[in-house]
């Protein structure tokens, strides 16, 4: 899939968002009912957001190799653009029949137009390039405030209840054929495959804009020991808080992945050299005092940065495998540290104070 194809897919996702933000702001406008007014309004608001996604990403992205996640992106395009037309014919019909019942039938419809898979494939492989915005989420909240709308106002007619019923079902359907393709089930962050779909282009990037990158492999100290002390369904506590912890301590446009059983990997985008080290001791000290369930929990981390020089795929892999030596070394080196290269020509351990309780001991 070449970059044109999947410009024209983002630029008829801006379009039909744009056009959301004029009906929305047209049904504000026009409504009596104090309460749906400000709803109207509400909603194109939450629309705009998604606009000032979409001029990001066209911003940021002029170099930008996008991961191939359409198998069939002229097919894409088709039914993209013959939503634009319907959503314009019944725009149009609605000017031509103003009332209460009609404006909750177009902007349902609307919105299930909007629940396209599509849009959501891209706010997950395009979330590195929209800055502090996470579409996934205020697209999340803003179906789910619109169902709850449809639901209060289903006295009008009882099909407006249906209806939102009917919207919820086909949202989160779609969200998880998206989550289960590129999202880890438990932790919420990208899975192996979708990590590498979008960090390898965000690899590509830096190498063609010549940026400072950094990758981490992070690995739960002792993870067995708390698995078989305490059970897996604490076990599975201690992922979701380590992952929380991660999330917690990063930018918006790091790219966080559980790669697989107790480990995590992040790539940072653009990030200085001395920044390294203090971002990993940052992430480090954050998981010791999280204390999910009582556990003391720590982790090994390992770190490697640089300038990109070829960007092929098996050379970000060769990325990965590097932190990774470098994690087994911090793990050698007693764990709960850092083993970085920031330091030209030398590995660097960062040494940590000595801590009285061990991993998987209630603190």
Not at 56 to 73: G, M, R
Not at 198 to 205: C, G, R
Not at 344 to 357: D, N
Request: with cysteine; aromatic share 10%; charged share 25%.
């Amino acid at each position: 899939m070449n970059n044109d194809s999947i410009w024209r897919i983002i630029r008829l996702c801006s379009a039909i968002n744009q056009k959301a933000i004029q009906i929305y702001t047209k049904l504000s406008q026009t409504e009596e009912i104090k309460a749906l007014k400000t709803f109207w309004a509400q909603m194109a608001e939450e629309e705009k957001i998604h606009a000032v996604f979409w001029s990001k990403v066209e911003l940021t992205a002029k170099d930008f190799i996008f991961p191939s996640v359409f198998d069939t992106p002229s097919e894409i395009q088709k039914e993209l653009s013959a939503i634009l037309d319907k959503i314009e014919v019944l725009s149009s019909r609605w000017e031509k029949r103003k009332s209460m019942k009609n404006a909750l039938i177009l902007a349902y419809r609307l919105e299930y137009y909007m629940l396209h898979p599509t849009f959501e494939v891209l706010f997950n492989a395009l979330k590195p390039l929209g800055g502090d915005i996470d579409p996934s989420d205020t697209h999340d909240r803003h179906i789910r405030k619109f169902i709850d709308m449809f639901i209060q106002y289903s006295h009008i007619t009882p099909e407006l209840e249906l209806l939102g019923e009917t919207l919820e079902s086909l949202w989160k359907r779609n969200k998880a054929l998206v989550d289960i393709a590129m999202t880890d089930a438990l932790t919420g962050l990208f899975n192996r495959r979708g990590f590498l779909l979008v960090a390898k282009e965000l690899f590509s990037l830096a190498d063609r804009r010549r940026e400072n990158i950094a990758v981490f492999m992070i690995d739960i100290d002792h993870f067995k020991k708390i698995n078989d002390r305490y059970g897996h369904p604490r076990g599975d506590t201690v992922l979701k808080s380590v992952a929380k912890s991660l999330k917690g301590s990063v930018r918006k446009s790091d790219v966080l992945c559980r790669y697989g059983g107790e480990e995590f990997v992040i790539l940072f985008p653009n990030i200085l050299t001395p920044a390294v080290p203090l971002m990993a001791e940052k992430i480090r000290e954050a998981v010791e005092k999280s204390r999910p369930d009582g556990i003391f929990v720590t982790i090994s981390i390992g770190a490697t940065q640089g300038l990109v020089k070829k960007s092929s795929d098996n050379s970000f892999l060769s990325w990965i495998s590097r932190a990774d030596n470098y994690l087994y070394k911090a793990k050698a080196n007693g764990r709960n540290c850092v083993v970085h290269d920031c330091r030209k020509g030398s590995l660097y351990v960062e040494q940590t104070q000595l801590v009285k309780s061990h991993p998987g001991e209630i603190a």
